[in-house]
């Protein structure tokens, strides 16, 4: 089983460039969220999506935006990227089922520098 | 809004020994679950041990077990003879009703050989 997969792994961008980050879950997941890490400040929500279709604000939406067209992917936009973007970004994913204490499973991570 | 607070940046702990780590959380929620989840140097999270807010009894996976004080709000993590492979950022989370999960900022915790 893959679990959560996040493409890429490593980006530069150019301060005004844009890039789509992609993630894929294949457990068949509700829920799919996206966070970014910086130092000190532990894991941050930016969006997340409650299903097919839907999206969320977390904590720190502004610059991006997200997609769920499909239960599989959530797609993490930056329109116009700033250095303050400059983070890791980790997609995690996590099942409705029973409602329970049911945790996230997490991609490996995206490391995005902004110049 | 729901948050977590992790009051210690860093600890350090001789191996074999047990440490614990402190998460507190505010919350108006009577329903919600909370996590410990560890971040060795390979970026990846990992679930070390979950708790039900409706379970009184304390949680335990092997070494790793939790305080949890509904009433105070408080879940702290417990590592008993601790090894060089527990050395790792390790992150408390709250899963609230709406299920947004939301974590602290992290301790860093050390192993001395």
């Known amino acids: 089983n893959a679990g959560v997969t996040q493409t890429p792994k490593f980006r530069v961008l150019k301060t005004g460039q844009s890039m789509t980050l992609l993630c894929a879950q294949d457990?068949?997941?509700?829920?799919m969220y996206w966070y970014r890490q910086d130092p000190g400040m532990g894991l941050r929500l930016i969006h997340y999506?409650?299903?097919?279709?839907?999206?969320a604000k977390g904590e720190v939406p502004d610059g991006y935006n997200v997609s769920r067209l499909k239960k599989q992917n959530f797609l993490l936009g930056l329109e116009s990227a700033a250095p303050s973007q400059t983070s890791v970004y980790f997609c995690?994913?996590?099942?409705?089922?029973?409602?329970?204490?049911?945790?996230?499973?997490f991609g490996q991570g995206t490391r995005l520098t902004v110049v | 809004a729901q948050t977590v607070t992790q009051s210690q940046p860093e600890m350090s702990v001789q191996e074999a020994e047990t440490v614990t780590l402190s998460c507190t959380y505010d919350?108006?929620?009577?329903?919600?679950?909370l996590f410990w989840y560890k971040q060795p140097p390979s970026r990846q999270m990992i679930l070390v041990i979950r708790q039900e807010a409706y379970k009184q009894q304390n949680a335990t996976e092997n070494r790793f077990s939790v305080n949890f004080q509904k009433a105070a709000k408080s879940f702290s993590l417990k590592i008993s003879d601790s090894q060089l492979g527990d050395a790792a950022m390790y992150f408390c989370?709250?899963?609230?009703?709406?299920?947004?999960?939301?974590f602290g900022k992290g301790t860093r915790l050390h192993i001395l050989p």
């Open positions: 995690a994913s996590s099942s409705t089922m029973f409602r329970a204490a049911l945790p996230a499973f």
């Open positions: 999506s409650v299903g097919e279709g839907t999206t």
């Open positions: 989370a709250y899963r609230s009703a709406n299920d947004k999960i939301i």
């Open positions: 457990m068949n997941h509700e829920y």
């Open positions: 919350t108006s929620e009577s329903d919600y679950y």
